[in-house]
């Protein structure tokens, strides 16, 4: 029982490490971008909005790799784990415990896209992966050619797999996906 907790608080310290190295070193703007007049006030370009179902106040606002940008039902309000935040990212779906983790890293200040980051953190990873697909629509609402617009890095968690290890293995269904064994 101690050896799981010891193996659990391990594995989450090393995600939120990975994470919060990755958003740390992602190359940021020393400047604050300029507003255009044209946008609101969170970088949605005006006039291009695809609203899910809910609420403006339910809604969160992503700007996909073709500048158009889509409401997603705000995951960062709710059921979120004591690591979540702005600077570490909000958990999506799955949990540093599960098979997989999505975690929502905010928009970078260059191109005001936010990015996903799926961790496979068990074998088969084709298998994990689907699993982590369908968490990702779900949570989102979005189509599969809405998801492979997005901002999203895939890959095989530290120790899971080491012929995946360090390499972006995409999502299944969108153009340049590494094939994975199920």
């Not at 409401?71 to 909000?90: E, H, I, L, M, R």
């Not at 990873?125 to 689907?130: A, F, I, M």
């Amino acid at each position: 029982m101690k050896a799981k907790l010891i193996i659990t608080a391990a594995v989450i310290l090393v995600a939120i490490i990975a994470v919060l190295a990755f958003y740390l070193i992602r190359p940021h703007s020393a400047e604050l971008p300029v507003q255009n007049p044209a946008t609101n006030p969170f970088g949605t370009p005006a006039g291009t909005v695809t609203t899910t179902s809910g609420t403006s106040s339910d809604l969160l606002p992503v700007i996909l790799n073709d500048g158009s940008t889509v409401q997603v039902p705000d995951f960062t309000k709710s059921n979120q784990p004591d690591w979540a935040g702005p600077a570490a990212g909000y958990q999506v779906a799955g949990s540093v415990t599960s098979d997989f983790v999505i975690t929502y890293i905010l928009p970078d200040p260059t191109t005001q896209r936010p990015q996903f980051l799926i961790t496979l953190l068990a074998e088969p990873l084709g298998s994990v992966r689907l699993a982590a697909e369908q968490a990702l629509r779900t949570a989102l609402e979005l189509s599969d050619t809405q998801l492979c617009a997005l901002d999203t890095v895939v890959s095989a968690g530290p120790g899971v797999n080491d012929a995946y290890a360090g390499k972006s293995l995409g999502l299944s269904f969108c153009p340049g996906a590494t094939k994975l064994p199920n």
